[in-house]
Structures are given as C-alpha cells and as structure tokens.
C-alpha cells in the first residue's frame, strides 16, 4: 500500500460531461502529481502542486483542471469530456518538489461514453 | 528536453533465468533515473533510483539496475526471474541540471515470465 488514496476507483460518464477526481497523499508528503495513463499515449504529465501551489504544468488540456486544498488533498475536473478522454488517471505524491520517489495511487478509471 | 526509450514492448523469460528490460535516455545534464513496476489495476511502485555514485543500484525484490553514462542507459536486471514478476515495467528520467524538471516515463515494457 503506497498511501496514496484515490477515488472514486471507476466512473463512467457521458460525453460533454463533468466529473471531478480525488487524492489525498501519503502523509507528511507536500507535492502531488497527476498523471493519464492510455494504452495509445502511454504515462502523460499532468500537472503537480507543492504545498498548494501549482508547480509544473504538462500535456494537460484546457478543459483540465486542478487544485491543491490546505489539507493537501487533491482533485482533478475533467469537463466536456470525450470519448478520448477514456483513460486511467492516477495521483502521486512525494515529500519533495523535485528528487524524492514518487509514490502512486491505484488509479481511478474513467470510461466515457 | 528530457526522454526515455524503452526499446522493447514486451520481454519473455523463464523462472529461474536471468533478465534484462533495457532502458535508454537523454537529458542535457545529469540524470536522475528511476524503475518502477505496475501490477494489473494498481499504481505504479518505486522499484530503485540512481542519481550519483555506484553505477549498480540494488532495489526491491531482487532488483538491480546498471547506470552507464557513456551509452546513457540504465537497464533493470534480475539474477533469478520469478514468475510474480510478471508486470509493465517503467524508465523514467529527471534532469538533475536544468532547475525544475517534471519525471518523463517510458512507455513501458511488458515483461512476462513462464513457469
């Protein structure tokens, strides 16, 4: 167990939908990562937050969005989805910004359709 | 720009042999390199990390990792398979030398082990 809480594990929705993704991070651990994982793209970036503070920004679209809370959970809003959004997409977190391990979530699945 | 390329999609090997998932990357300045390992339906898990000195890393469950700077590779290796090792495995690669650097990840390889 990597500490990582993710949910919901699975969630299917429809096209032009909004869904929102939840993680809270092993404790103690200040950064937070989102990735997407597909079986076309492979692991894409997301975005990270430090401490509450957007840190990194990566492949993620417009309609993408995220936030770090005081607490240090996390959550990613997917909106207007597509059926391309379909994909597993998982948080991490780390206890520093930059050259800790990062340590994974089991995912939560979104199937759009 | 940092990347990773991990040549093969798919490794086969019997329990009980050694095994090798190859990894290649390039970065500007030093690299930061990882392996991780993802059962079906779960997360990724660290497996081991180089960022300086020995260039053989040991990690988990029998894990080890070669770092060769002048063929900039960083190959996972195992003495003994076993067939619970069976998984997707990852290469991912930081660049220590260009300020913040997001972790850039393989593609993955599928390495599956035969009883």
């Known amino acids: 167990d990597s500490g990582v809480t993710q949910t919901p594990k699975h969630l299917i929705t429809a096209t032009g939908q909004r869904v929102t993704l939840r993680c809270s991070p092993r404790s103690g651990d200040l950064s937070v990562y989102w990735y997407q994982q597909s079986l076309d793209q492979g692991l894409q970036f997301l975005i990270q937050y430090y401490n509450g503070e957007e840190r990194a920004k990566g492949n993620i679209l417009e309609r993408f969005s995220a936030q770090q809370f005081p607490d240090l959970h996390s959550e990613l809003n997917l909106s207007s989805l597509e059926l391309g959004d379909s994909a597993l997409y998982f948080c991490a977190s780390s206890k520093q910004g930059d050259n800790s391990p990062l340590h994974f979530g089991n995912g939560t699945r979104l199937t759009v359709t | 720009a940092q990347s990773v390329a991990q040549p093969e999609d798919q490794v086969n090997v019997a329990e009980g042999n050694p095994l090798t998932v190859k990894c290649t990357y390039s970065?500007?300045?030093?690299?930061?390199l990882f392996w991780y390992v993802q059962y079906p339906n779960r997360g990724l898990q660290f497996l081991l990390k180089?960022?300086?000195?020995?260039?053989l890393v040991k990690g988990s469950y029998g894990f080890e990792a070669e770092f060769n700077k002048s063929q900039t590779s960083f190959h996972l290796k195992k003495p003994s398979a076993l067939v619970s090792d069976s998984a997707l495995y990852f290469c991912?690669?930081?660049?220590?030398?260009?300020?913040?650097?997001?972790?850039?990840f393989g593609k993955g390889t599928m390495l599956l082990v035969s009883p």
């Open positions: 180089y960022i300086t000195g020995d260039n």
């Open positions: 991912a690669v930081r660049d220590l030398d260009s300020g913040y650097s997001t972790l850039t």
């Open positions: 970065v500007s300045g030093n690299p930061y």
